[in-house]
């Protein structure tokens, strides 16, 4: 099942096409609610299961938009790739390298990557990834019951103000949190949607021509074990998100555009844009 919210609503799609919550309440009677976060929080889907005799809307009368505006937790995995490790000449950790992000560093689906003023930053790069989506509050979660707490899929933007990194490792939060330095969605994807999680290929494309790409298969820490892994430490809420980290680094500019493509998942697009110093309060 693939879920999805746009400027019209919160909808799940049938082919090319969006079956608006809306409609499905007022067509069979039922109560969804027209937030992903809530749907996410109840588990329920069953009224999702058959969509016989919704006409729903072409996609492409739709606006995406982020599944929702403010997860409680977003969670990123650094160095999972061993290109990514080689391309920033650093060595790969035996433990997943983890940090978190604000939800104030979010930009929507389709809109703008606002880089920051120079003097901030001169030096970024854009990360597609394997985002988790958690489905169930949850601690100390065995490997074997991972499946259980996962809600769905989707495709992820990161990026990193690489030279801010580079003055000190223990930047890495700065400079992962700046505004528009994160995305998620449009498209939330049910594991039962995915043949092989193992066997996607995540993709990061700038103006049209490929970046980066590798196969979840290579990522130094599965899906499934960053889930199981971060349980020992801390309540997984629904809603959470996990970024699993990007094969390689993928610098951008103002004037770019850039896409996260994982086919199966969807893709996630962006403009990038410069940013100028303006002091709001």
Same mark, same amino acid.
């Given at each position: ?6 400027? %019209?609503? +919160? ?17 069979? $009677? ?16 069953? *009224? ?10 072409p996609l ?41 992000? *604000? ?8 809109? %703008? ?15 597609? %990834?394997?985002?988790?989506?958690? $489905? ?7 490997? %074997? ?13 990161d990026l ?12 890495l939060t ?34 049209? +021509? ?55 998942? $969807? ?7 410069? $940013? ?6």
């Amino acid at each position: 099942m693939k879920l999805m919210r746009s400027a %019209e609503g +919160a909808a799940v799609l049938n082919g090319d096409r969006a079956v608006l919550f809306d409609e499905v309440n007022a067509k069979r $009677g039922t109560r969804l609610p027209n937030d992903l976060l809530a749907l996410i929080e109840s588990g329920d889907l069953e *009224p999702l299961q058959d969509l016989r005799g919704l006409a729903g809307v072409p996609l492409t009368e739709v606006t995406p938009r982020l599944p929702y505006a403010r997860p409680p937790k977003i969670w990123c995995i650094g160095l999972n790739y061993k290109s990514h490790a080689e391309d920033l000449n650093a060595v790969q950790p035996d433990e997943p390298a983890s940090f978190m992000k *604000p939800a104030s560093c979010l930009f929507e689906p389709g809109g %703008e990557i606002v880089l920051p003023p120079p003097e901030v930053s001169n030096d970024v790069d854009a990360e597609g %990834e394997l985002g988790v989506i958690i $489905g169930r509050r949850c601690r100390f979660v065995p490997p %074997e019951h991972v499946g259980e707490v996962i809600f769905g899929y989707t495709t992820t933007m990161d990026l990193t103000a690489l030279d801010v990194l580079a003055r000190n490792p223990r930047f890495l939060t700065r400079s992962k949190s700046i505004d528009t330095f994160f995305s998620f969605g449009p498209v939330i994807v049910t594991p039962d949607d995915i043949a092989d999680v193992a066997g996607l290929e995540v993709i990061t494309e700038i103006n049209g +021509a490929v970046g980066s790409r590798d196969f979840v298969r290579n990522m130094r820490h599965l899906p499934e074990k960053l889930v199981s892994f971060h349980s020992d430490y801390f309540t997984f809420e629904p809603g959470d998100v996990i970024s699993t980290g990007c094969p390689r680094a993928a610098r951008i500019k103002p004037g770019d555009t850039v896409r996260s493509r994982i086919d199966g998942v $969807g893709r996630l697009d962006a403009r990038v844009t410069q $940013g100028a110093r303006r002091p709001t309060w």
